[in-house]
């Protein structure tokens, strides 16, 4: 733990020191121009051995043998940074004599800002992307090893790369740390390499000491350099440059050892890549720059365009890294040419186009490649921030970063696809990084899928000889198989769980790597997860299959109530067209016969004497036939109330409760409120509402024992709401339901299917000993 806490302190102090001296130099860098000349005292005098061409004095008429009189109107050998670095930096005023040319005082000035800017944002922009991708590298597999090393080898080389400019401009220390930090890069890239392929052998090591023992002589050189002792720069730079040869003669060599490894070692096409990522970065440099520099012939181009290219070194090793388990050359390769093209291309068309606004006044090469460095490594930095920005979302989420195999299968498992058998499969191909496989599955009540992807998909051959494999593995051995070469797949694992089967054919690796003895568990592993999903897919399925049925016997049976409904409704309706019919009979026939039987009754009684013995009979006649009479008007109110229908719903309630409190022991108390005596309704509205409170109040005189009632009808949000209570004995709720099924109270049943056949509610609450509450709700 003490040293995890370590390095994560030296890494963030790392990352700060790295951002403070960028920022510190190249502040300070803007405001000092490049001299970029080199003298040496020849026989007395201080002749120019180099001058750069893209320096100011160049520019100015400085050249290759031009003497140097005074810098800054002193003695050259007396100046700082020729005394102890053998060049011109910082100088103001530089007196220099010409072959053939008088005396003349060359006064350097500071170039604009936006020159030395563009200048020298190529150079730091090389140095954040080396600093960059090893951030990168340890945000994606910080538990690695190999992705330490990498930061810590990009951190320095990015170091060395900003600071190069400032050293050149005489900077203080700047020179210094340049020197060092370049001495130390070798050591690292060994210790990188034989970190990256395993290869920490005794050489190696004592390698890494050597570098290491020449790096602490160059520190120790430059602090007494710097405290006055004599040492010759060139000298320095001899130290320096041998360190870099060793390193670099070390680091082939362990790649050339690797390269003769066996084609299916990872450790080849390791090497391979690393090779040629450092082709493709270096060969530009090697072109452009250190070819013109050993045939001494003019550059081609700025030092610092060529340079640019060798951020692919750095991409390289990251790549390796970061997919340290599945390393795909082919792939890698074509994601460089891909980017190189597009470069190329895109820069191209914006040369063209600064050159017709008038951006660019003269186009050559140089320009060119200047714009083409410039739009790859914007593209560079973009996809490293897009990556950074990922992690930093991924660690908000809660998300860890993952490494090797185990988090490719984490990735599979944690990623979860549709319910479909193909997209699982390639999902598996993409993450593995396989050419392709090919799966089949089955039940043991006869249902099979077959799922291909990538190569395997539409090639029947392969896939028969595959399925004859599966035939006969289910029926023997059933294992896990690693074939050779010659077979269409290089891997066969079975899953098998209760009745369900599964045989995976996993394809070669698109790297051609094979598959190692330690990825044959987590393999197996990743499988047991595809076969489980696998299982649960058909399962869902399944599922979804019988619930469609069911779905499909509910709907049907939902039409069916429907229909019993509207059939429920249409007997109710005719229900109350006879009840109506019956009414109009009887209040038509038989109530007007009685009536006219009474009125000549009547009449024949007047007639009569009071002493006649045929008068009392005759009375007694009058009275059946008036009792026949006021029995006839019963009948018709009940069936169809007149007053409902001439008056309506208020005014037939009112009669009803008067009627039945002038012949019952029963106060009806009741209360309307939102509607007038005045408001009519539908028909069937009205007389579904009488009826709940008829058998409302019917069923308070039958059973409660109360000998009160309150009702209210309320209008409200276009229903009529009606409520019934007494304060009688009660009963259980819960047996309201067996009431049908035993044919008891089948008038509250009756209640509740004419309001609900309007599309109202009916409810009931009750309590033994606490009386009943009836509610209806109709819509209007």
Not at 76 to 89: I, L, N
Request: net charge neutral.
């Amino acid at each position: 733990m003490l040293d995890k806490m370590n390095r994560r302190l030296a890494f963030r102090i790392a990352n700060a020191a790295f951002v403070l001296v960028c920022l510190v130099y190249f502040t300070v860098l803007v405001n000092h121009p490049y001299v970029g000349l080199s003298i040496e005292n020849r026989g007395g005098d201080w002749t120019v051995t180099f001058s750069d061409p893209h320096g100011e004095a160049y520019r100015l008429g400085i050249h290759t043998g031009d003497i140097v009189l005074k810098i800054d109107n002193d003695d050259p050998g007396t100046y700082p940074s020729t005394e102890k670095w053998g060049d011109v930096e910082g100088a103001s005023a530089i007196t220099v004599k010409s072959s053939g040319e008088p005396i003349s005082v060359v006064q350097i000035v500071k170039p604009p800002f936006t020159y030395t800017l563009l200048s020298e944002l190529p150079m730091a922009a090389l140095g954040f992307i080396f600093w960059l991708i090893g951030l990168v590298t340890v945000f994606k597999r910080p538990f690695l090893v190999q992705a330490r090393a990498i930061f810590w080898l990009n951190w320095l080389v990015g170091l060395v790369i900003i600071v190069a400019p400032a050293s050149s401009r005489g900077l203080m220390l700047a020179r210094e740390l340049e020197v060092i930090g370049f001495s130390l890069v070798p050591a690292l890239l060994v210790n990188f390499v034989s970190v990256l392929t395993n290869t920490r052998n005794r050489l190696n090591q004592l390698i890494i000491w050597v570098l290491c023992l020449i790096s602490a002589l160059i520190f120790t050189i430059l602090i007494l350099k710097g405290l006055g002792v004599v040492f010759s720069a060139a000298e320095i730079r001899k130290l320096a440059l041998a360190n870099g040869l060793i390193g670099t003669v070390t680091v082939l060599w362990n790649l050339v050892r690797l390269i003769k490894l066996p084609a299916d070692k990872p450790e080849k096409n390791q090497a391979i890549i690393v090779l040629v990522g450092l082709a493709i970065g270096l060969l530009p440099f090697i072109i452009l720059t250190a070819v013109p520099i050993l045939l001494d012939i003019d550059l081609i181009v700025n030092p610092k365009i060529s340079t640019l290219f060798i951020a692919i070194v750095p991409i390289t090793l990251s790549y390796i890294v970061v997919n340290e388990s599945l390393p795909d050359g082919r792939k890698f390769i074509e994601v460089i040419i891909i980017s190189l093209v597009s470069g190329i291309l895109t820069s191209w068309l914006f040369t063209w186009l600064l050159a017709l606004i008038g951006e660019i006044k003269k186009l050559n090469i140089e320009t060119y490649l200047s714009l083409l460095s410039l739009t790859i490594m914007a593209l560079f930095i973009f996809n490293l921030f897009k990556a950074l920005l990922h992690y930093a979302i991924d660690k908000i989420l809660g998300t860890q970063g993952n490494c090797r195999i185990e988090n490719k299968i984490a990735e599979l498992n944690g990623n979860p696809s549709s319910m479909n058998e193909v997209l699982i499969v390639e999902e598996l191909v993409n993450q593995l990084g396989l050419e392709g496989a090919f799966v089949i599955a089955e039940d043991l009540k006869g249902w099979q899928t077959k799922t291909a992807v990538g190569r395997y998909l539409g090639n029947t051959t392969e896939q028969a000889i595959m399925e004859d494999y599966y035939r006969t593995a289910k029926s023997t051995r059933h294992s896990i198989e690693t074939f050779s070469n010659d077979f269409p797949v290089e891997m066969y694992i079975p899953f098998v769980s209760d009745d369900f089967i599964c045989g995976m054919f996993l394809g070669h690796r698109r790297s051609y790597i094979r598959f190692q003895s330690n990825e044959v568990l987590l393999l197996t592993s990743v499988c047991y997860q595809i076969g489980q999903r696998l299982k649960g897919i058909r399962f869902i399925k399944q599922l979804c299959r019988e619930i469609n049925i069911i779905e499909k016997k509910s709907r049907e049976s939902q039409r069916r109530s429907q229909g019993l409904e509207a059939i429920n409704r249409l007997l109710f309706s005719n229900l109350e067209e006879e009840k109506k019919a019956l009414a109009r009979e009887i209040h038509d026939g038989s109530l007007q016969i009685g009536l006219d039987l009474n009125r000549r009754m009547k009449e024949l009684i007047a007639n009569f004497s009071n002493e006649n013995n045929c008068f009392h009979t005759v009375s007694v006649m009058q009275d059946m036939i008036e009792d026949l009479n006021y029995e006839l008007r019963s009948i018709c109110s009940n069936l169809r109330p007149s007053s409902l229908r001439d008056l309506g719903l208020i005014p037939a309630v009112e009669v009803l409760f008067q009627q039945i409190m002038q012949k019952e022991l029963l106060v009806i108390f009741l209360d309307v409120i939102g509607m007038s005596r005045e408001h009519r309704f539908e028909e069937d509205i009205e007389v579904v509402a009488f009826r709940f409170l008829q058998e409302g109040i019917n069923n308070v005189m039958k059973h409660s024992g109360s000998t009160r009632a309150n009702v209210t009808i309320t209008l409200e949000d276009a229903r009529i709401e009606m409520k019934i209570s007494d304060s009688g004995k009660g009963f259980d709720p819960q047996k309201i339901a067996d009431w049908s099924l035993v044919g008891n109270h089948f008038g509250i049943i009756g209640m509740k299917e004419r309001i609900e056949s309007l599309g109202g509610k009916f409810s009931i609450t009750s309590n033994i000993g606490h009386g009943v509450t009836l509610k209806a709700s109709i819509p209007i």
